[in-house]
């Protein structure tokens, strides 16, 4: 009997000590399998190991630029660190589907997420009270012992906001009050990105050798064409500029009716049919120049579209508060996720982002080939799986 306790004891601790090794692990993979919704039994083991969450109701944060919408996700046990969350260019804000998944599924793998949402982000306008706000959220978030035992929060900004949170973060008031900052398909200069958007190019690569470097699976970076959407949100943030003050507000209504049937048209094609309808029926009532560019707009014609918006950023100079290349850089640790293939925000903007930050901050990017702009919903390689349940074992340890 001794013989075969001697035996079976150091077996039973060593599966015990790897089986303890690895659940940090098996969490973040079993995240990444729901937030893709995935099916199948490795599925229906993902959501066996999700924690229960309480959803709490809307309420608002006091900014200086007024309420900010916000929510909580709270996991069933207390949670050591709260992230705060915040949505990209959407008109849905904190209730858009994406970033409602996103949360539940981080809290159910124990993070505590507090959804943030500035009021022009859902107005498709990219703007400093943005970032002003998400500032001003950190400050009210890390303050609250329930939220923050430690007087430190994280981060996270998805897409256009993934910028806006690194400037956030990167400012003296709560610089120190950040555990990490998550940037998600998110930019380093928004001309650079705006200049993307209309003309297709961006500025020269780093090469292969120092790309893999860089960003894991920074290699795999294309510059693919530009989706239609970011040259229509540029126009819109450039209305000014693009026609005759009276043609301005009308102009602004036609491409808003527009962005939003795009974003009905991801989950009710059918629906959104009739919203692209009236976006059309808007801009034929429009009168030139605002007319032709509402054509280009319906027609999804991104040359056209961006061959005349082009001029106008040359000669605009965007404010330091929307451009992590030209705002103070976080101390706490900055993570860079991005599709390989983005057509809307160019992944070559983390390699940039991670060039310069890797000087002041611990920076860890990946580019994977699992990801399109700000959503995991590909099928890939068990290789391109494992860098991301690395990434994001490393980012919930924080």
Known sequence: MRRVAYVVLPVALATGLMVWHFLPRLAALALIVRVAKQEGPWARLARLAAAKVHEGPIFSISTRHGPMEARLYRPEKPARRTTILVPGVHM????????VGLARELAASGMQVLTVAPPDLARYRITPDSTDMLEDAVAWAS????????????????????????????????????AFVLSFGGHDDLGRVLRYLCQGSTDALPSATEARVLATGGANITIPKPHDYGGVVTLLNLAERAVPNSQVAPL?????????ASSIDRLDPAKSEAVFA????????????ARTLMTYVNQRNVEKLGE???????TIELPPAL??????????????????????????????????????????????????????????????????SDFWQDLMAR
């Open 278 to 289: 009236r976006a059309r029926h808007l801009g034929d009532a429009l009168p030139d120049p």
């Open 308 to 314: 005349t918006i082009a001029p106008w950023l040359a």
């Open 92 to 99: 849905d804000g904190i209730n858009e589907e994406r970033l």
């Open 143 to 178: 303050a609250r012992a329930d939220l923050a035992p430690d007087g430190r929060v994280g981060l996270m900004g998805i897409s256009f906001s993934g910028g806006l949170a690194l400037v956030a973060a990167g400012r003296p008031a709560v610089r120190d009050r950040i």
């Open 252 to 260: 602004q209504q036609a491409i808003t009716v527009f962005l939003q």
């Open 323 to 388: 451009s992590p290349a030209r705002s103070p850089a976080p101390t706490a640790p900055v993570f860079l996720l991005h599709g390989a293939d983005d057509s809307v925000v160019p992944a070559s903007e983390t390699l940039f982002l991670a060039r310069r930050l890797r000087q002041t901050t611990r920076v860890r990017a990946l580019a994977s080939r699992l990801i399109t702009h700000a959503e995991v919903n590909r099928s890939a390689a068990i290789a391109e799986i494992w860098r991301l």
